[in-house]
């Protein structure tokens, strides 16, 4: 009887260590799949002590920056609407009075919004470019539930495009990535023939990136039990595998000029990452900059503003001299 008593009590520690490795995963792969949502009240909502002051209706902190306007940007929202229920909600930041000026186009990293973009807006309308602002599907503003990276949202941000040609102002756009969305970016640029220059700062190549990181974050001990069961969650809750969302794929069939840009923050994995992109990459126009890297750099006052240069130095180089004007009406973004 004692033996059975054992296996019994086995059986039931063995089975609850199943349960929460399974529910663990599902833990792993929430924040991929949902997001949270980033907006201005979110961040005024958060409890502390320091001393706020009113934007835009809202009490923030004093020193965070929520809106353009802190900045001295005059914007407008540009709000694309996909369907009824369905809106991709973004900012627009025109230069005065200047239809030669390029546009730049500007996607955040998953888990944030497009108020973490605005450092980067207000140094590349200063250095002359026209620049909007989203918010992806399941962020900030924007209409969804879900973040997925797929065709549907290929096609959201080909309505954005088709909404930037319809200002008189745009004659190109390119785009700029940050993170996770580069895979984003780099299958919309693949296949708009619209999109003139890419931009990926800090590139994630790959989804199993991303669970990889957030299994070994929560559950350093029990990663290599867990990541199987992240992979299958993330299949289940998207219908896609975690394998098959990546930029490799598009890359092969990629021939647009393309800078990948290091940040300070970067880790050696990275470093790796931007390699990896740099050499699947088919196009003969690339680069890799980090701050080590002289080429475009102007002055070495603010490192920051430096990367930020960078981006616009390749940008301007990689525009074709007379760009015929692309105007698409599809849909119109909401001034």
């Known amino acids: 009887m004692k033996w059975k008593?054992?296996?019994?009590?086995?059986?039931?520690?063995?089975?609850?260590?199943?349960?929460?490795?399974?529910?663990?995963?599902?833990?792993?792969?929430?924040?991929?799949?949902?997001?949270?949502?980033?907006?201005?009240?979110?961040?005024?909502?958060?409890?502390?002590e320091a001393p706020k002051i009113l934007r835009k209706n809202i009490l923030v902190k004093k020193d965070q920056v929520v809106i353009p306007s802190q900045l001295n940007l005059a914007y407008r929202n540009f709000?694309?609407?996909?369907?009824?229920?369905?809106?991709?909600?973004?900012?627009?930041?025109?230069?005065?009075?200047?239809?030669?000026?390029?546009?730049?186009?500007?996607?955040?990293?998953?888990?944030?919004?497009k108020i973490?973009?605005?450092?980067?807006?207000?140094?590349?309308?200063?250095?002359?470019f026209h620049v909007c602002l989203i918010d992806l599907p399941a962020h900030g503003e924007s209409s969804g539930d879900k973040f997925l990276i797929n065709s549907a949202l290929t096609e959201n941000l080909k309505l954005v495009l088709d909404s930037l040609y319809c200002l008189y102002e745009t004659n190109t756009v390119s785009i700029i990535c940050s993170g996770l969305s580069s895979i984003e970016g780099v299958n919309l640029a693949a296949n708009d023939p619209r999109v003139n220059v890419l931009i990926l700062q800090n590139p994630v190549p790959?989804?199993?990136?991303?669970?990889?990181?957030?299994?070994?974050?929560?559950?350093?001990?029990?990663?290599?039990?867990?990541?199987?069961?992240?992979?299958?969650?993330?299949?289940?809750?998207?219908?896609?595998?975690?394998?098959?969302?990546?930029?490799?794929?598009s890359l092969k069939n990629f021939y647009k000029p393309m800078l990948i840009a290091l940040t300070d923050s970067a880790t050696?994995?990275?470093?790796?990452?931007?390699?990896?992109?740099?050499?699947?990459?088919?196009?003969?126009?690339?680069?890799?900059?980090?701050?080590?890297?002289?080429?475009?750099?102007?002055?070495?006052?603010?490192?920051?503003?430096?990367?930020y240069r960078a981006m616009a130095a390749f940008i301007n180089s990689n525009l074709p001299a007379e760009t015929p004007v692309i105007k698409s009406r599809k849909r119109i973004a909401e001034r």
Request: with cysteine; glycine share 4%; aromatic share 10%.
């Open 268 to 307: 050696d994995r990275d470093v790796l990452n931007a390699i990896a992109v740099y050499d699947s990459s088919a196009t003969s126009v690339k680069k890799i900059w980090t701050k080590n890297a002289r080429s475009f750099i102007r002055s070495d006052e603010d490192a920051e503003k430096n990367i």
């Open 79 to 113: 709000n694309v609407e996909v369907n009824r229920s369905f809106q991709i909600s973004g900012w627009y930041i025109q230069q005065p009075d200047d239809y030669k000026a390029g546009t730049v186009l500007l996607l955040h990293n998953w888990n944030k919004s």
């Open 5 to 48: 008593r054992i296996a019994a009590l086995c059986l039931v520690v063995s089975g609850g260590i199943l349960v929460l490795i399974y529910f663990t995963s599902l833990f792993s792969i929430s924040e991929l799949v949902y997001p949270k949502r980033i907006t201005a009240q979110s961040l005024a909502d958060e409890e502390d």
């Open 116 to 128: 973490s973009m605005l450092s980067m807006a207000e140094s590349l309308y200063q250095l002359g």
């Open 206 to 249: 790959s989804v199993t990136e991303i669970i990889d990181q957030q299994v070994t974050e929560k559950w350093n001990g029990l990663k290599f039990f867990i990541k199987p069961l992240a992979y299958l969650r993330y299949e289940q809750t998207t219908g896609m595998s975690a394998d098959s969302v990546n930029l490799y794929m």
